[in-house]
């Protein structure tokens, strides 16, 4: 058993694709003292932060904000806007989608869960002409919402909610859209008002760069709407009275107060860097990352280039090569944390998150890292992936970050 008060000499790699490192920065700013969370200094923390959140969902619309795991979100979305026995259509990308429609299940929902068959489903993003296609069949609009992952964190593939909501309307169905976007939030380019959707559920702990422990619901005015007639039980989750507490920078609970210094920082931090610089960041990143893996002589989880993830790359080992094993010796040996295959894609392959706060430095030590551990545990290695990192990112120079800030 590893004693709790051992840390090996270094920084640990915390390189899961969250929850991802929290900047010393934030972690300053949630050192603050807890205030009281009816005191005016309180209310003025609520507004900067509900207004600025909205900046990086691109919405105007409310955004409630949950002391609860990305989970507690998910929960949130279904029991505002449905009823008991409704049917969802939610669309299998892999593991996390595949948890959101047990939730439904659970909840008293009725998901139909379309999908390519087998673990190929698992390497693609959302076939958006499945999804119009069982809605024009929808004649008596029998489905009361679309649910659809964006970034899907169990393999490294991106959907594209812009086709979704385009399917949606060609299939002139007034279906709710709701998208989990918990790990592609402030890596990835998202619009929740552009492209339409009802509900977007998100969390703290990857592209925000916070600790685990807040999410988030943003909300449509037609999302809202429907809430006035969802019958599906809840208290804690009702929008109704937190939209409503929230024009003055209040909860009707006890909110998450050092978190919510956190995100305040985390705001600055993002806005200020600007959401397309970051987004480029991310982008340049996972293709060195990508680069690695293929000099490796591996295969990427995600088989369709247009949908790459840039927040993680999902790295398959050869045939009966034990990923998590792989994972494991890197851990012992090198101090660093890979996130593992999940669900149809346990020990066939690990995940390397390069979201938040990442830079060119950072993933040269984790792609490091992974090839000293798959040489140690033996795997026959085509090249380098660790000096066709470097020749991406030299050949790919990004703006030098300290002299832009001068
Ligand atoms: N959805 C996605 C895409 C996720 O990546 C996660 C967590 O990693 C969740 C949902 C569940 O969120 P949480 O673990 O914060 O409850």
């Known amino acids: ?45 609520g507004l900067k932060v509900l207004d600025g959140i909205k900046k990086i969902f691109k919405t105007s619309q409310p955004v409630v904000i949950y002391p609860a795991s990305g989970t507690g979100a998910w929960e949130a979305a279904l029991c505002n806007t449905l009823s008991p026995g409704d049917t969802v259509l939610m669309y299998e990308t892999g593991h996390f989608a595949t948890l959101w429609k047990k939730m439904a299940e659970s909840l008293g929902l009725k998901p139909e869960f379309l999908g390519l068959p087998g673990i190929e489903g698992w390497r693609r993003g959302v076939q958006a002409d499945m999804i119009e296609k069982r809605l024009r069949d929808d004649a008596q609009g029998v489905i009361k919402a679309v649910c659809v992952v964006h970034n899907e964190t169990s393999t490294g593939v991106t959907s594209d909610i812009a086709a979704v909501r385009r399917a949606i309307d060609s299939a002139k169905h007034p279906a709710l859209l709701m998208v989990d976007t918990i790990s592609g939030l402030a890596s990835a380019d998202y619009r929740h008002d552009e492209w339409g959707v009802d509900v977007t559920v998100s969390g703290s702990q990857k592209g925000l760069m916070l600790p685990p422990g807040i999410s988030f619901n943003a909300v449509s005015e037609k999302a809202r709407e429907a809430s006035k007639h969802a019958r599906l039980p809840r208290a804690f989750w009702d929008w109704t009275e937190i939209v409503e507490m929230n024009k003055q920078g209040y909860w009707p609970y006890t909110p998450n107060t050092n978190l919510l210094y956190g995100l305040s920082e985390a705001l600055d931090m993002i806005l200020g860097e600007g959401l397309d610089n970051v987004f480029a960041r991310h982008q340049r990143l996972a293709a060195a990352c990508r680069a690695a893996v293929t000099a490796w002589g591996l295969e990427i989880q995600c088989a369709d280039p247009a949908v790459y993830s ?26 660093m944390s890979l996130g593992t295959g999940l ?32 040489r140690l545990a033996g795997i026959e290695l085509k090249g380098s992936g660790v000096a066709a990192a470097m020749d991406y990112l030299t050949s790919n120079v990004a703006k030098p970050a300290l002299k832009a800030a001068a």
């Open 343 to 374: 669900g149809k894609a346990k020990g066939r392959m690990f995940r390397i998150g390069h979201l938040g706060d990442c830079n060119d430095l950072t993933l040269m030590a984790a792609l490091t890292g992974c090839e000293m551990g798959l």
């Open 1 to 45: 058993m590893l004693k709790l008060d051992f840390h090996p000499a270094g920084r640990h790699f915390l390189q899961i694709p969250g929850p991802s490192p929290v900047p010393d920065r934030i972690l300053r700013a949630m050192s603050y003292p807890t205030i009281d969370h009816r005191g005016p200094e309180f209310g003025a923390l």
């Open 310 to 335: 840039p927040v993680l790359t999902g790295v398959m080992t050869p045939e009966g090569v034990d990923a998590d094993a792989v994972r494991k010796l890197i851990y012992e040996h090198f101090d």
